[in-house]
């Protein structure tokens, strides 16, 4: 893995009332101390989902892109801080240095000039309580970075959290997993991933949306069968057709879940079947996957019952509102997929099961993810995909289709859970599936295999046939 390789931007000034559109725009220092703040809310096990929401409005453009910048670089930015300051100091005082030398120990990536940098996290630290008696203590180690930055590096090269960004158990994993690749995986987790969207076909066609798009400047390209992608992230409520539900923001590797089942069911002895095609969806918040598996539902065949559980309550809301921006509807239930009692449900067409997983194939979207996880956490979601799979392969049909998903590259959840499921189960067939799909940043060597849609999240699928025993 080697130090990023980004073209060289030019450097940022802060944002000006004018740009942001807001009559008081934060200064830089202003900024920074806010990311401090969620860099500490992260380290003390909160997502970035959970702390972004809570930083006011206007700011969080700014503080995310500056939070998640820092995320990609924290791993170096501790190495450099264990140097400059071997005890570690306070832990408001350790976020703040460790948020600025984050953002400027790479002059290719630094979004602000160094001594720019430096100057306003300075200035963070003298305006906040938990810091300003420590602010010639960031002062004198900022600055000594800048004097011995080129030493200091070398000298943090030897560490691999500094490297690689990733905790050494998931980096034992991927050179296990792929030991061919694991060192492109490591490059592209650091890189921002694109803002793909998916077309609800039904209400427009991908052309026009696209065309619609390029008339107001904003470039995208076709990827997979109902992507585009943007060559920019833009504010999709600001995005023309997306209120009126002609598009959703859905990575182009999830956008594979619906039509792997669509496809698969319409060449299953179900095809042939009469009465409503019974869909669960089991673990379904936000309902991104639901959404698509009814956009596409083939036209003039029989209508789509559909149930979406999600087992925690507090998400379910953003399903049904999902749903109805897309003007779709299903039955949405909050409940546990694992200990689903059949009753008065039918056994089921097609399932599909997106399993909660460690999320290791989208840490381009979530850089948090890395320093949230913890190596047991492997084997408990392990656990769980296997509880969830075993518990819903007797509710589907024979000749039923269920696909199994993670949004993860660790082959535990995808590969190996799949191989001990057929294994255990004589009554299920693997049908040509995708299985692992890595994630690749547009703009890097294409030595990843399985890469199949170009810049996309890493993600597993396996498609599986309920057979007659
Ligand atoms: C990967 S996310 C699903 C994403 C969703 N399919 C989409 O495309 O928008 C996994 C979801 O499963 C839910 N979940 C976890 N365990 C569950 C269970 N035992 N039963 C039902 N839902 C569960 C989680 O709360 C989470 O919302």
Redesign the pocket.
């Known amino acids: 893995m080697n130090r990023p390789q980004r073209p060289h931007r030019p450097r940022l000034s802060p944002p000006s009332a004018a740009e942001t559109g807001f009559a008081h725009a934060p200064a830089l220092w202003q900024l920074l101390q806010q990311t401090a703040e969620s860099l500490l809310a992260v380290r003390q096990g909160q997502s970035t989902t959970r702390v972004l929401p809570r930083v006011r409005a206007a700011w969080r453009p700014g503080v995310q892109s500056l939070l998640f910048q820092v995320l990609r670089h924290l791993g170096r930015a501790q190495a450099l801080r264990s140097r400059l300051a071997p005890r570690a100091p306070a832990p408001a005082v350790d976020a703040l240095l460790c948020v600025a030398l984050a953002l400027c120990w790479d002059e290719v990536s630094a979004p602000y000039d160094s001594h720019t940098l430096v100057n306003q996290a300075v200035e963070a630290a003298k305006r906040e309580r938990r810091t300003q008696g420590q602010a010639a203590f960031i002062n004198a180690c900022l600055r000594r970075f800048l004097r011995e930055r080129a030493e200091l590096l070398v000298a943090t090269d030897s560490d691999p959290l500094a490297r690689t960004n990733l905790p050494s158990w998931w980096l034992e994993r991927l050179q296990r997993d792929h030991p061919e690749h694991w060192s492109a995986l490591v490059d592209q987790a650091r890189q921002p991933a694109p803002m793909t969207l998916r077309i609800q076909t039904r209400r427009t066609t991908r052309e026009a949306l696209q065309a619609r798009w390029a008339a107001m400047g904003l470039t995208s390209q076709a990827v997979g069968r109902y992507g585009l992608q943007l060559t920019r992230p833009v504010d999709v409520r600001a995005l023309p057709g997306f209120l009126e539900g002609e598009c959703s923001v859905q990575d182009a590797a999830?956008q594979l879940a619906a039509p792997l089942l669509w496809d698969a069911l319409l060449d299953s002895p179900r095809r042939h079947a009469s009465g409503p095609w019974r869909l669960l969806?089991?673990?379904?918040?936000?309902?991104?996957?639901?959404a698509h598996l009814l956009e596409i539902a083939p036209a003039g065949d029989r209508p789509v019952d559909l149930l979406a559980?999600?087992?925690?309550a507090a998400?379910l809301p953003r399903v049904q509102e999902n749903l109805q921006r897309l003007g779709l509807q299903a039955r949405v239930q909050c409940?546990?997929?694992?200990v689903l009692q059949q009753g008065g449900e039918q056994p089921w067409d097609g399932i599909l099961l997106?399993?909660?997983?460690t999320a290791s194939g989208i840490v381009r979207r979530h850089p948090d993810i890395p320093w949230l996880r913890r190596a047991s956490d492997v084997d408990q979601l392990v656990a769980?995909q296997a509880r969830?799979l075993k518990a819903l392969w007797p509710q589907l049909r024979s000749g039923g289709i269920l696909v199994y998903c993670t949004?993860s590259v660790f082959r535990d959840e995808g590969q190996n859970q799949i191989e001990a499921f057929l294994a255990h189960n004589t009554d299920a067939r693997l049908r040509p599936s995708p299985g692992h799909l890595m994630p690749l940043a547009t703009g890097f060597p294409a030595d990843v295999p399985d890469n199949r849609l170009g810049d996309h999240d890493g993600f597993y699928y396996a498609v599986l046939e309920k057979r007659d025993r």
């Open positions: 999830a969806d089991a673990c379904a918040a936000p309902g991104g996957k639901t559980l999600e087992i925690d998400r409940a546990d997929a694992g997106d399993a909660p997983c769980q969830l949004c």
